[in-house]
């Protein structure tokens, strides 16, 4: 058994160098990895920026700096707006500075409805309004020169509500049969909608009255008893509930009305030849307000207070809707159909032509 005494004795004495010899390995090879890894680092580096210098050196690459905007025709604009929540796009725009930086001051001018924004852009009255889409298609039908030239808000459940007083005996849509209802305005989307919630009763158009009156005013019709029931849109629906002045019946936007697009801009078509500068401008700062909302949709709750009267908590307790910042064909279509359907519109109509496209 010497033989073995003497090589585990020699291997013992050896175990100090094979550990140094064993570090030095690993030392040398971490170095090793280090050097490979930076290698490579530089060499993407170098291979990133003779990529961009040769990007540069070819002939034809060069950008040149984007063209700026022609000066708007007019700096003043008159814009109807209703007094609701689907205008926020708009009083974001003018309190952000938006329109500013593109050479507009925006004047709003409240109107009573949607609807009532025709004549008055008809007319000259106003350079562009906010127009309840229903409306400027039959405008259209009619014969009024008018385009659509942006868009604005789209329904979501519980943006519409038919109401009742709070202390109302009213429980059903059915139980309004003889009844007076307070509408905002006539021919609108939301009364194409309230037509089809009444049919679903089991009622006719004919079976009630239709009161038309301001939309901030329709809760205290309805407290007064000039009407047995209402249509209202955002803030006011959330508004009469928290306040515990108004009870829902009902919301119109469902079925075949579900996610409908209502609300767009519109201006006469001699005005967007005459001003396409302006349009762009209007356009540009609009698009940048409806960016903010999408990405923070707190910046339309909070902008409601300065032009309705509307506290700050309950504005940030509004079911809101959603704000396109482009018209959709085909949401058009869909009401151009519907209306059709429910003889609104006496033949088919393609909204293509109505609206502006971009540029």
Not at 4 to 17: H, K, Q, T, V, Y
């Given at each position: 058994?010497?033989?073995?005494?003497?090589?585990?004795?020699?291997?013992?004495?050896?175990?100090?160098?094979?550990?140094?010899a064993a570090r030095a390995i690993e030392i040398h090879r971490r170095r090793r990895r280090n050097l490979v890894a930076l290698t490579a680092a530089a060499v993407v580096v170098v291979t990133v920026l003779a990529a961009t210098v040769g990007v540069r050196a070819l002939p034809g690459a060069r950008q040149e700096p984007a063209a700026p905007a022609?000066?708007?025709?007019?700096?003043?604009?008159?814009?109807?707006?209703?007094?609701?929540?689907?205008?926020?796009?708009?009083?974001?725009?003018?309190?952000k500075g938006f329109f500013r930086q593109e050479g507009l001051t925006v004047e709003p001018h409240v109107i009573p409805a949607a609807a009532a924004s025709v004549p008055r852009v008809s007319a000259g009255d106003l350079d562009l309004a906010q127009t309840d889409y229903l409306a400027t298609l039959m405008a259209a039908e009619n014969g009024h020169p008018l385009k659509i030239?942006?868009?604005?808000?789209?329904?979501?459940?519980?943006?519409?509500?038919?109401?009742?007083?709070?202390?109302?005996?009213?429980?059903?849509?059915?139980?309004?049969?003889?009844r007076r209802i307070g509408v905002a305005g006539l021919r609108s989307v939301e009364e194409l909608a309230l037509e089809a919630?009444?049919?679903?009763?089991?009622?006719?158009?004919?079976?009630?009255?239709?009161?038309?009156?301001?939309?901030?005013?329709?809760?205290g019709g309805l407290e007064k008893g000039r009407f047995a029931a209402a249509l209202l849109v955002e803030p006011f629906v959330s508004q009469g509930v928290a306040q515990r002045r108004t009870r829902v019946l009902a919301d119109p936007m469902t079925g075949a009305f579900a996610g409908l697009h209502v609300a767009g801009w519109m201006a006469g078509d001699d005005w967007v030849r005459r001003n396409p500068a302006t349009l762009g401008a209007f356009r540009r700062a609009l698009a940048r307000a409806h960016r903010l909302i999408a990405e923070d949709p707190g910046q339309a709750a909070a902008i409601l207070p300065?032009?309705?009267?509307?506290?700050?908590?309950?504005?940030?307790?509004?079911?809101?809707?959603?704000?396109?910042?482009?018209p959709d064909l085909e949401e058009l279509r869909r009401l151009a159909d519907l209306a059709h359907e429910r003889k609104w519109l006496k033949t088919p109509l393609d909204p293509q032509g109505l609206v502006v496209p971009p540029g």
């Open positions: 058994m010497t033989w073995l005494g003497d090589a585990l004795g020699r291997i013992a004495e050896d175990m100090p160098d094979r550990d140094l022609p000066p708007p025709e007019r700096s003043t604009l008159r814009v109807g707006v209703v007094a609701s929540a689907a205008a926020a796009p708009l009083y974001v725009a003018n309190a030239v942006g868009s604005l808000h789209q329904a979501r459940p519980g943006t519409t509500a038919l109401v009742v007083g709070a202390g109302s005996r009213i429980r059903s849509v059915a139980g309004l049969k003889g919630t009444l049919e679903r009763a089991g009622l006719r158009r004919s079976d009630v009255v239709l009161v038309e009156t301001p939309l901030p005013e329709l809760i300065y032009y309705i009267r509307i506290t700050e908590p309950a504005a940030l307790r509004i079911r809101q809707g959603i704000y396109p910042a482009t």
